[in-house]
């Protein structure tokens, strides 16, 4: 064998060998599993370790899966309620390949499972609801409203409404449903929320009148609470006046009374000296002032004044 | 096909003589230049708001803080950079079109849905928020989750509808809204904490919390009737003020002009006391003479401004026949 055929069948030894190892090589990654298929049978466990891998080339094949959590999305669902209130409901779910294995065996792909993943979840979320009153899929706890000043008598029947589970508790209903039947085809439900409840259009315009009705409710009782309160105030107003007004009436009928009775008693002290004295007295200012030019006075020459015109008297 | 083409005369042009290099010379620096290569290919830089995922072969090996780092080359080692220290956000019910000084802001269909919501009274209410986050572990946020961010944004919606559905109708629209931004923000990061997602919420911050088109006016006339009982209020307390002062006033005069009558009253018996004392203290001394002219002067007072007089003699008895009265009175 000459040097240069041997150089060639190296090369060519060579080339095979990496082609051969090119196949046998594969690597895994971080988000990856792996099942390993000879001629379409799988062989062995998975493998969930990233890095490199070897197998068998050509005839063993890797088939990759996700070892990440997955999504998934139910659609929108108008599903009646136990109380019969049609609404939409949509859900959501994360879940993983947990038996890569069965998971190739049951459903091929992801694309299977969101299928089944459709039915299950949907089936149990419709089944949820309808078995639930509205008033459990919203609210999550029996805790009390806070009473702001808005909060009048509302419809009490259906808002006041004990819960018995709540949202959060239907959901874990939901999860563990689903999740029972899930590993049949090697997949782990993490979490279903309810993400969206709405009503459906019809409802909601009667949801709407009730608000609206509630609302005017609110606007009357403020409206009518400030002529209340208004009217109040004014009578509030008018008693104090005549408080004020009748106060000052009775101090100064005191305080004049008080005075009177002091002149009084001043006047009854100095004319008691001499009350005849004080009658003269007073008669003679009273003639002063009560006699006018446009009286007329008759007096008889038999008068105290005039009877000195006719005779000296003496 | 090829005979379509013209003859073209191709002319390789002549090279220059190059200066003769040794073989090994050559080589070694062909190699130099491919080490170098792949020396540069492995360099990379990590901005100080990231952080640096390298994987081996797929594997997760390691993570770099921000600076100038080497990894294996030819793709042995890959690597990811991810905003650690970037404060991500995200919008629901809305969307920003254009931020700057006057962002823009639109609501398409899809956004529209994440807002309606149901509170715990049954209304219906449409509730716009953003979320503050920022990624917290590389690791998890790569390798733990698929679609991180889209399972982020289902959270938000779930956590948001459960928080609020257990609140009334006035407790969003007013007194509540602080707390439930925290509320939502805790759930938010439990759920975080539970999803292993890698993330760490920062803030929740509910933007326009508004009830539907169709009620909102019977919302805003609840506003007006709350103004109006206020103003109602706030007249009535005005003619409060406007009347109690000066009524009070009103009232203070009268109390006065009183005590000034009594002042006055009380002076004016002082005064004529003192008077008719003094009158009748000289009095005393000589009282017939004193009456005689106290009379007198009076009587003549008196009589001067008297107009008519008439004087009868004491035996006269009837006068009337004399005068005509009605006469006199109509001068």
Known sequence: MSAKTRNILLIVVALAAVIVLADAVFIVNETNQVIITQFGEPIGGAIVTAGVHLKMPFIQKANYFEKRWLEWEGDANQIPTKDKKYIWVETYCRWRISNPLVFFQRVQDERGAQSRLDD??????????????????????????????????????????????????????????????????????????????????????????????????????????????????????????????????????????????????????????????????????????????????????????????????? | M?????????????????????????????????????????????????????????????????????????????????????????????????????????????????????????????????????????????????????????????????VIGDNSVDEVLTTGRDRLAHEVRDELQKLCNAYEIGIDVLQLIFQDINPPDQVKPSFNDVNESLQERERKINEAWAEYNNEIPKATGVAEQAIRSAEGYATERVNNAKGDASRFTAVYQSYAQAPLVTRKRLYLETMNEVMQKIGKKIIMDGSQKNLLPLLNLNEEVKK
């Open chain 1, 120 to 314: 299950i979840v949907d089936g149990e979320a419709r089944n949820a609801v309808a078995n639930y009153d509205l008033i459990e899929l919203v609210r999550s706890s029996n805790r009390v409203f806070e009473q702001s000043e808005e909060a009048v008598a509302k419809d009490a029947s259906e808002v006041l409404a004990k819960i018995a589970l709540g949202r959060d508790k239907i959901a874990k209903i939901i999860l563990e449903k689903a999740d029972k039947i899930t590993p049949e085809f090697g997949v782990e439900i993490k979490d279903v929320q309810i993400k969206r409840v709405n009503y459906v259009d019809e409802v909601q315009k009667k949801v709407f009148e009730r608000m609206i009705a509630e609302r005017q409710r609110i606007a009357s009782k403020y409206r009518s609470e400030g002529d209340g309160k208004s009217a109040e105030i004014r009578g509030q107003k008018e008693k104090e006046l005549k408080r004020i007004q009748s106060e000052a009436y009775r101090k100064a009928q005191e305080v004049m009374g008080k005075a009177d009775a002091e002149a009084t008693r001043i006047y009854a002290a100095a004319y008691n000296l001499d009350p005849e004295l004080y009658q003269f007295l007073k008669t003679l200012e009273s003639y002063r002032t009560s006699l006018a030019k446009d009286t007329w006075l008759i007096l008889s020459t038999d008068s105290e004044f005039l009877k000195f015109l006719k005779s000296s008297g003496r």
């Open chain 2, 2 to 162: 090829s005979q379509e083409f013209p003859n073209i005369e191709f002319r390789i042009p002549k090279m220059p003589k190059l200066p003769k290099i040794p073989a090994k010379a050559i080589q070694i620096g062909l190699v130099a230049i491919v080490a170098l290569v792949i020396l540069a290919s492995g360099f990379y830089t990590v901005s100080p708001d990231e952080m640096g995922v390298i994987q081996r072969f797929g594997k997760f090996v390691r993570l770099t803080d921000p600076g100038l780092h080497f990894k294996l080359p030819f793709g042995i080692e890959a690597l990811t950079k991810v905003p650690v220290q970037q404060q991500l956000k995200q919008e629901f019910g809305f969307r920003t079109t254009r931020p700057g000084i006057h962002s823009e802001f639109a609501v398409p269909a899809d956004a529209a849905k994440e807002a309606v919501m149901l509170t715990g009274d049954l209304n219906v209410l449409n509730v716009e928020w953003i979320v503050q986050y920022k990624i917290k572990d590389p690791y998890k946020f790569l390798f733990k989750m698929r679609e991180a961010q889209a399972t982020f944004r289902d959270m938000n919606e779930a956590v948001v509808r459960r």
